[in-house]
């Protein structure tokens, strides 16, 4: 029998909103990782099955985890290996009923502390989490990583056998632990908030539905870690680029660009929330770090009246500060943009000029910088080059129709 496409794209897009918690529930009760994937993915296939025959139940969610929670229990059965595990996940099945799906936030939150485990290495740690709780596949970690998709493929791989090899617990750690995984856990965060507002691949311009689980995770360490700076200034950041969601698409879902929004539409109540959070990190009197920097950038744009009303010195000022506790060639890339918009196009260009562009090799944010500010100097032909090339290398499919769409635009 032949998947009814309808049903595999809605299957598929439950899957990127309760997939993480999906996992992380089961991760919580069968204690490995990679188990609790193979149950959910398991679950997946069974639920193309019956939906096609019985139909999308009230809460999908449950349904998935009750059906993985059994595959366990047949799986022990098999193994004879019932006992006490065996008792107390038949008893946690048995509280899940078809209507009911158990708040998640400590669930997610374990899965996040569990994948960022000290005994991997910071870049598996990341790459990990945004897998089970980003949703990424592995291509789309690789290209933010900047690595080739074997490469990639390896790390998760040795990631997901580490942690099971280590038997690491899925727990929120005490709190004497934190320090050790706060700056893998911030990262994991920031990068799954990334995706949901610039979306990496796909039809879609943004995936909301992990920007809010991003949001979500940031308000439930600030609880953990009040008095965590960049706890709270990731939060602040989030807010403020979270306010402009309403007016970042149009009516037909293509991408509307920072000059061209309607700031009216801006939430205004987000924007108060980040700068109190930002705020209350600075009353700590430890610095700006990261978080703290780029979240001072996005309150920039957000009192701002325009484009041309942005405080772009300042921007810049706080680009340079940013780079210079941060080497990061996305960050390199955007104070040029800010220093085209203080000081011209011309110096812009200057600054890409005198950038190590390696790191961004085969990515499409370089050349679209690149043809953005060609285009102001009135050099057409390279510009359209530059926005083709960009257009060729993004694996967004609206973000590539907007490339081709200006590089078209320069040609009439």
């Not at 690595?147 to 942690?163: E, G, Y």
């Not at 727990?171 to 995984?181: G, H, K, N, Y």
């Not at 311009?205 to 360490?221: C, D, I």
């Amino acid at each position: 029998m032949t998947p009814d496409p309808d049903l595999s794209r809605r299957v598929a897009a439950i899957w990127r909103i309760e997939g993480a918690r999906i996992v992380a529930a089961l991760a919580r009760v069968v204690g490995d990782l990679g188990t609790a994937e193979d149950l959910a993915q398991d679950a997946l296939v069974e639920a193309v099955e019956q939906w096609a025959r019985d139909g999308v139940p009230r809460n999908p969610g449950a349904w998935l985890t009750a059906v993985a929670k059994r595959r366990a229990i047949d799986g022990w059965r098999r193994e004879q290996r019932l006992g006490e595990k065996y008792r107390l996940l038949a008893a946690d099945l048995d509280e899940v009923a078809d209507d009911v799906w158990e708040p998640i936030d400590d669930d997610v939150l374990r899965l996040v502390f569990a994948a960022c485990h000290p005994v991997l290495s910071r870049e598996a740690q990341v790459a990990l989490t945004l897998k089970v709780v980003g949703g990424l596949d592995t291509e789309a970690i690789a290209r933010l990583f900047l690595v080739p998709v074997p490469t990639m493929q390896q790390r998760i791989v040795r990631a997901k056998k580490a942690l099971s090899a280590a038997r690491v617990p899925f727990a929120v750690p005490e709190p004497a632990e934190w320090p050790a995984r706060r700056t893998a856990v911030l990262t994991v965060v920031y990068l799954v908030f990334t995706e949901g507002y610039v979306a990496s691949t796909g039809d879609a311009v943004l995936r909301t539905e992990l920007a809010h689980e991003a949001l979500r995770l940031g308000r439930v360490l600030d609880r953990l870690m009040p008095r965590e700076p960049e706890v709270l200034g990731l939060s602040a950041l989030m807010e403020f680029q979270a306010s402009r969601f309403a007016a970042r698409v149009d009516g037909n879902g293509d991408a509307v660009l920072l000059a061209d929004q309607d700031r009216r539409r801006w939430d205004h109540s987000a924007i108060a929330r980040g700068r109190a959070l930002l705020d209350r990190a600075d009353a700590l009197g430890k610095g700006r770090g990261p978080y703290q920097l780029q979240a001072a950038i996005a309150l920039c744009h957000a009192e701002a009246a325009s484009v041309d009303a942005t405080d772009w010195d300042r921007i810049v000022l706080l680009y340079e500060m940013l780079g210079r506790i941060t080497a990061n060639p996305v960050v390199e890339l955007n104070r040029a943009v800010a220093v085209s918009m203080a000081s011209g196009p011309e110096e812009g260009l200057a600054v890409i000029d005198g950038m190590d562009a390696t790191p961004l090799r085969g990515s499409h944010l370089l050349p679209s910088v690149r043809g953005e500010l060609l285009a102001r100097l009135g050099r057409t032909e390279d510009a359209r080059t530059q926005l083709l090339e960009a257009a060729g290398l993004t694996r967004n499919e609206r973000e590539a129709a907007l490339l081709r769409r200006k590089a078209e635009a320069l040609g009439r």
